[in-house]
Protein backbone atom coordinates (compact mmCIF):
# COMPACT_ATOMS: atom_id res chain seq x y z
CA UNK A 1 0.00 0.00 0.00
CA UNK A 2 1.57 3.14 -0.98
CA UNK A 3 -0.11 6.67 -0.29
CA UNK A 4 0.64 9.89 -2.24
CA UNK A 5 0.46 13.77 -1.63
CA UNK A 6 0.58 14.08 2.13
CA UNK A 7 -1.89 16.11 4.40
CA UNK A 8 -1.24 19.85 4.79
CA UNK A 9 -2.63 21.84 8.14
CA UNK A 10 -3.01 25.11 6.29
CA UNK A 11 -5.88 24.07 4.46
CA UNK A 12 -7.08 20.78 6.15
CA UNK A 13 -7.93 21.91 9.66
CA UNK A 14 -8.15 18.30 10.30
CA UNK A 15 -5.47 17.35 8.61
CA UNK A 16 -3.30 15.98 11.70
CA UNK A 17 -6.82 13.91 13.06
CA UNK A 18 -6.44 12.15 9.27
CA UNK A 19 -3.18 11.48 9.69
CA UNK A 20 -3.16 9.93 12.62
CA UNK A 21 -6.52 7.76 11.54
CA UNK A 22 -4.40 6.31 8.42
CA UNK A 23 -1.43 5.34 11.03
CA UNK A 24 -3.34 3.86 13.41
CA UNK A 25 -5.58 1.94 10.85
CA UNK A 26 -2.08 0.71 9.45
CA UNK A 27 -0.67 0.15 12.96
CA UNK A 28 -4.01 -1.88 13.66
CA UNK A 29 -3.21 -3.96 10.72
CA UNK A 30 0.54 -4.81 10.80
CA UNK A 31 0.86 -3.24 7.60
CA UNK A 32 4.57 -1.07 6.92
CA UNK A 33 3.06 1.27 3.85
CA UNK A 34 4.83 3.67 1.94
CA UNK A 35 4.42 7.56 1.80
CA UNK A 36 5.60 9.59 -1.26
CA UNK A 37 4.92 13.67 0.05
CA UNK A 38 5.03 16.64 -2.46
CA UNK A 39 5.55 20.00 -0.75
CA UNK A 40 2.91 21.37 -3.25
CA UNK A 41 0.28 19.14 -1.33
CA UNK A 42 1.13 19.81 2.07
CA UNK A 43 1.75 23.31 3.06
CA UNK A 44 4.45 24.92 5.12
CA UNK A 45 6.40 22.95 8.08
CA UNK A 46 2.96 21.76 9.52
CA UNK A 47 2.94 19.52 7.02
CA UNK A 48 5.91 17.77 6.81
CA UNK A 49 5.55 16.77 10.71
CA UNK A 50 2.94 15.00 9.52
CA UNK A 51 5.09 13.14 7.18
CA UNK A 52 7.82 12.88 9.61
CA UNK A 53 5.20 10.63 12.03
CA UNK A 54 5.03 8.15 9.04
CA UNK A 55 9.06 7.62 9.08
CA UNK A 56 8.58 7.48 12.56
CA UNK A 57 6.00 4.25 12.59
CA UNK A 58 8.47 2.59 10.40
CA UNK A 59 6.73 3.36 6.84
CA UNK A 60 9.15 4.25 3.83
CA UNK A 61 9.26 8.20 3.03
CA UNK A 62 10.00 8.57 -0.82
CA UNK A 63 9.52 11.52 -3.01
CA UNK A 64 6.98 12.83 -4.86
CA UNK A 65 8.49 16.38 -6.21
CA UNK A 66 8.16 19.69 -4.86
CA UNK A 67 5.56 21.20 -7.23
CA UNK A 68 3.23 18.14 -8.32
CA UNK A 69 3.87 18.65 -12.16
CA UNK A 70 2.87 16.54 -14.59
CA UNK A 71 6.42 15.27 -16.83
CA UNK A 72 3.56 14.57 -19.76
CA UNK A 73 3.03 18.26 -19.80
CA UNK A 74 4.36 20.41 -22.97
CA UNK A 75 5.29 23.08 -21.11
CA UNK A 76 7.39 21.14 -18.00
CA UNK A 77 10.84 20.63 -19.45
CA UNK A 78 13.23 17.76 -18.31
CA UNK A 79 15.63 20.52 -16.06
CA UNK A 80 12.47 21.51 -14.62
CA UNK A 81 11.35 18.63 -13.43
CA UNK A 82 14.94 17.53 -12.21
CA UNK A 83 15.26 20.61 -10.08
CA UNK A 84 11.83 20.09 -9.05
CA UNK A 85 12.77 16.41 -7.76
CA UNK A 86 15.88 17.94 -6.48
CA UNK A 87 14.07 20.51 -4.18
CA UNK A 88 11.74 17.92 -2.94
CA UNK A 89 15.13 15.64 -2.13
CA UNK A 90 16.77 18.12 0.33
CA UNK A 91 13.56 18.83 2.00
CA UNK A 92 13.02 15.00 2.79
CA UNK A 93 15.96 13.18 2.63
CA UNK A 94 17.09 14.07 6.53
CA UNK A 95 13.54 12.47 7.35
CA UNK A 96 13.80 8.85 9.05
CA UNK A 97 12.76 6.20 6.80
CA UNK A 98 13.30 8.30 3.68
CA UNK A 99 14.41 6.06 0.43
CA UNK A 100 15.39 7.84 -2.77
CA UNK A 101 12.47 6.49 -4.82
CA UNK A 102 10.47 8.69 -7.33
CA UNK A 103 6.43 8.65 -7.50
CA UNK A 104 5.63 10.60 -10.44
CA UNK A 105 2.58 12.81 -9.80
CA UNK A 106 -0.20 11.60 -11.69
CA UNK A 107 2.24 8.32 -12.63
CA UNK A 108 3.27 10.56 -15.99
CA UNK A 109 6.62 10.04 -16.85
CA UNK A 110 7.44 11.66 -19.98
CA UNK A 111 5.25 12.70 -23.15
CA UNK A 112 8.39 12.89 -25.35
CA UNK A 113 11.57 9.63 -25.46
CA UNK A 114 13.57 12.49 -24.62
CA UNK A 115 12.26 13.37 -21.41
CA UNK A 116 11.04 9.56 -20.42
CA UNK A 117 14.70 8.65 -21.31
CA UNK A 118 16.59 11.91 -19.52
CA UNK A 119 14.22 11.17 -16.35
CA UNK A 120 15.59 7.61 -16.46
CA UNK A 121 19.27 8.39 -17.11
CA UNK A 122 19.00 11.06 -14.26
CA UNK A 123 17.58 8.20 -11.82
CA UNK A 124 20.63 5.49 -12.64
CA UNK A 125 23.20 8.25 -11.76
CA UNK A 126 21.60 9.67 -9.02
CA UNK A 127 21.19 6.21 -7.11
CA UNK A 128 17.04 7.25 -7.47
CA UNK A 129 14.75 4.35 -8.56
CA UNK A 130 11.57 5.27 -10.01
CA UNK A 131 8.05 3.67 -7.28
CA UNK A 132 5.68 2.62 -9.99
CA UNK A 133 2.59 1.25 -9.05
CA UNK A 134 0.91 -2.23 -10.13
CA UNK A 135 -3.05 -0.99 -8.95
CA UNK A 136 -4.07 2.12 -10.43
CA UNK A 137 -7.82 3.28 -8.95
CA UNK A 138 -9.42 6.99 -8.15
CA UNK A 139 -9.16 6.95 -4.43
CA UNK A 140 -9.09 10.39 -5.13
CA UNK A 141 -12.23 11.60 -7.01
CA UNK A 142 -14.49 8.77 -4.59
CA UNK A 143 -12.92 11.12 -1.99
CA UNK A 144 -14.38 14.14 -3.37
CA UNK A 145 -17.35 13.05 -3.22
CA UNK A 146 -17.17 11.75 0.09
CA UNK A 147 -16.47 14.77 1.48
CA UNK A 148 -19.05 16.97 -0.69
CA UNK A 149 -21.88 14.42 1.10
CA UNK A 150 -20.40 15.26 4.50
CA UNK A 151 -19.70 18.98 3.74
CA UNK A 152 -23.71 18.82 3.09
CA UNK A 153 -23.95 16.86 6.10
CA UNK A 154 -25.68 13.46 4.22
CA UNK A 155 -23.67 11.25 6.11
CA UNK A 156 -26.52 8.12 4.42
CA UNK A 157 -25.03 9.09 1.05
CA UNK A 158 -21.21 9.55 2.39
CA UNK A 159 -21.59 6.03 4.10
CA UNK A 160 -23.11 4.61 0.22
CA UNK A 161 -19.93 6.24 -1.80
CA UNK A 162 -17.39 4.49 1.18
CA UNK A 163 -18.93 1.32 -0.05
CA UNK A 164 -19.15 1.80 -3.37
CA UNK A 165 -15.32 2.76 -2.99
CA UNK A 166 -14.56 -0.13 -1.20
CA UNK A 167 -15.71 -2.23 -4.39
CA UNK A 168 -14.28 0.41 -6.61
CA UNK A 169 -10.91 -0.57 -4.75
CA UNK A 170 -11.53 -4.00 -4.98
CA UNK A 171 -12.30 -4.48 -8.68
CA UNK A 172 -9.14 -2.52 -9.60
CA UNK A 173 -7.20 -4.82 -7.50
CA UNK A 174 -8.51 -7.78 -9.65
CA UNK A 175 -8.28 -6.22 -12.87
CA UNK A 176 -4.51 -5.06 -12.43
CA UNK A 177 -3.99 -8.72 -11.13
CA UNK A 178 -5.91 -10.34 -14.26
CA UNK A 179 -3.57 -7.80 -16.62
CA UNK A 180 -0.17 -9.16 -14.63
CA UNK A 181 -1.46 -12.84 -15.22
CA UNK A 182 -1.88 -12.22 -18.98
CA UNK A 183 1.29 -9.79 -19.72
CA UNK A 184 3.35 -11.13 -17.33
CA UNK A 185 2.47 -15.07 -16.61
CA UNK A 186 2.29 -14.45 -12.81
CA UNK A 187 0.83 -12.50 -10.15
CA UNK A 188 3.66 -9.40 -8.96
CA UNK A 189 3.61 -8.79 -5.63
CA UNK A 190 1.42 -5.82 -6.42
CA UNK A 191 2.15 -2.09 -4.99
CA UNK A 192 -1.04 -0.11 -5.10
CA UNK A 193 -1.80 3.49 -5.67
CA UNK A 194 -3.66 5.37 -2.81
CA UNK A 195 -3.64 9.06 -1.40
CA UNK A 196 -3.58 10.95 2.07
CA UNK A 197 -7.43 12.40 1.75
CA UNK A 198 -10.60 11.79 4.29
CA UNK A 199 -11.98 9.12 3.19
CA UNK A 200 -9.27 7.23 3.38
CA UNK A 201 -8.83 8.23 7.03
CA UNK A 202 -12.34 7.16 7.47
CA UNK A 203 -12.12 3.91 5.71
CA UNK A 204 -8.14 2.74 5.61
CA UNK A 205 -9.25 0.03 8.08
CA UNK A 206 -12.32 -0.96 6.46
CA UNK A 207 -9.77 -0.72 2.88
CA UNK A 208 -8.02 -3.22 4.44
CA UNK A 209 -10.24 -5.66 5.99
CA UNK A 210 -11.97 -6.13 2.12
CA UNK A 211 -8.77 -6.28 0.82
CA UNK A 212 -8.18 -9.51 3.30
CA UNK A 213 -11.73 -10.70 3.05
CA UNK A 214 -11.33 -10.55 -0.86
CA UNK A 215 -8.02 -13.17 -0.64
CA UNK A 216 -5.68 -10.51 -0.49
CA UNK A 217 -2.05 -10.72 1.74
CA UNK A 218 -0.74 -6.85 2.58
CA UNK A 219 3.17 -7.22 2.24
CA UNK A 220 5.24 -4.49 3.30
CA UNK A 221 5.91 -1.36 0.52
CA UNK A 222 9.83 -2.39 1.09
CA UNK A 223 9.11 -5.96 -0.14
CA UNK A 224 6.56 -5.35 -2.87
CA UNK A 225 9.33 -3.07 -4.27
CA UNK A 226 11.87 -5.64 -4.94
CA UNK A 227 9.28 -7.43 -7.41
CA UNK A 228 11.67 -7.10 -10.62
CA UNK A 229 8.42 -5.73 -12.08
CA UNK A 230 9.10 -2.36 -10.53
CA UNK A 231 12.15 -2.69 -12.27
CA UNK A 232 11.17 -2.53 -15.59
CA UNK A 233 11.37 0.53 -18.10
CA UNK A 234 8.53 -0.29 -20.51
CA UNK A 235 8.82 1.46 -23.88
CA UNK A 236 5.50 3.45 -24.28
CA UNK A 237 4.71 6.85 -24.72
CA UNK A 238 3.10 9.41 -23.05
CA UNK A 239 4.97 6.91 -20.64
CA UNK A 240 3.68 6.02 -17.37
CA UNK A 241 0.42 4.48 -15.89
CA UNK A 242 0.48 1.74 -13.78
CA UNK A 243 3.39 -0.52 -14.65
CA UNK A 244 1.03 -3.32 -15.44
CA UNK A 245 -0.78 -1.50 -17.92
CA UNK A 246 2.59 0.12 -19.50
CA UNK A 247 4.01 -3.62 -19.99
CA UNK A 248 0.82 -4.50 -21.49
CA UNK A 249 0.36 -1.11 -23.74
CA UNK A 250 4.09 -2.00 -25.09
CA UNK A 251 2.83 -5.20 -26.19
CA UNK A 252 -0.50 -3.99 -28.08
CA UNK A 253 -2.65 -5.18 -25.71
CA UNK A 254 -6.09 -4.93 -27.02
CA UNK A 255 -8.64 -2.96 -24.98
CA UNK A 256 -6.68 -0.45 -22.76
CA UNK A 257 -8.21 2.33 -22.23
CA UNK A 258 -6.09 6.14 -22.18
CA UNK A 259 -5.82 7.52 -19.44
CA UNK A 260 -5.94 3.87 -17.14
CA UNK A 261 -7.61 5.18 -14.29
CA UNK A 262 -9.91 8.85 -14.34
CA UNK A 263 -12.93 10.29 -12.93
CA UNK A 264 -14.65 10.05 -15.72
CA UNK A 265 -15.07 5.94 -15.31
CA UNK A 266 -16.29 6.75 -11.85
CA UNK A 267 -18.55 9.22 -12.63
CA UNK A 268 -21.07 7.92 -14.60
CA UNK A 269 -21.02 4.65 -11.95
CA UNK A 270 -21.96 7.19 -9.28
CA UNK A 271 -24.40 8.88 -11.15
CA UNK A 272 -26.70 5.99 -11.76
CA UNK A 273 -26.44 4.78 -7.79
CA UNK A 274 -27.66 8.54 -7.28
CA UNK A 275 -24.35 9.52 -5.10
CA UNK A 276 -23.43 12.51 -7.22
CA UNK A 277 -23.78 15.89 -4.68
ZN1 LIG B 1 0.11 13.10 -6.23
Known amino acids: MTFDDGFNPGKQ ?30 GAAGGLELVEAWGRAGHLIGNHTASHRSLADPKV ?19 AG ?4 LRFPYLKE ?18 YRSAPVSIDASDWYYNIVYAAHLKAGDAGKAERVKQAYLRHLLDRADYYD ?16 LHTNQINAAALSDVIAALTAHGWNIASASSAFQDPLY ?26 RY ?7 EEPLLRDAGLLP
Open 77 to 95: SLDWFIADVRTADEAFKGL
Open 231 to 256: AQAPDTLPAGESIVWARAKALDFPGL
Open 110 to 127: GDTQAKRDGMREWMARND
Open 259 to 265: PAEDAVY
Open 13 to 42: PEAAQWNAQMLAALRGHGINAALFPTLARM
Open 178 to 193: GLARDVLGRSPVHVML
Open 98 to 101: FGPM
